[in-house]
């Protein structure tokens, strides 16, 4: 079994930054794409960034120019960099991963429990 867990979400006024980290841990041989989504209030869940196993990257149109995706393989570890935050970013951010478990030939996807972000003043 794979387990994500989120950290870095909080409040910050605008204009501010946050940096979101994800994790995933447990029997992993690979992982294939990472991403990060978000879901505000009554909204659905839309993506923010993904970026594959190659480090290509993909970015909504409302976060390019703010928000950096990366990340660090040999930690199993995506991370979402947030400049010149808006009011309007403020959402429950969820990261997904799929994962290919060891012993298996193929990828599962996997989601992170959420962590909230707050860009108020």
């Known amino acids: 079994q794979v387990q994500l867990v989120e950290s870095g979400g909080g409040l910050v006024q605008p204009g501010g930054s946050l940096r979101l980290s994800c994790a995933a841990s447990?029997?992993?041989?690979?992982?294939?794409?990472m991403g990060w989504y978000r879901q505000a209030p009554g909204k659905q869940r839309d993506l923010v960034a993904g970026?594959?196993?190659?480090?290509?990257?993909n970015y909504a149109d409302s976060v390019k120019g703010r928000f950096t995706i990366s990340r660090d393989n040999a930690k199993n570890t995506v991370y979402l960099q947030m400049n010149s935050l808006k009011p309007e970013d403020t959402a429950v951010y969820y990261c997904?991963?799929?994962?290919?478990?060891?012993?298996?030939?193929?990828?599962?996807?996997?989601w992170g429990k959420g962590t909230l972000v707050t860009v108020s003043s």
């Open positions: 970026i594959t196993s190659g480090g290509s990257i």
């Open positions: 997904k991963m799929t994962v290919v478990e060891e012993g298996r030939f193929y990828g599962r996807e996997y």
């Open positions: 447990g029997s992993i041989f690979s992982i294939i794409p």
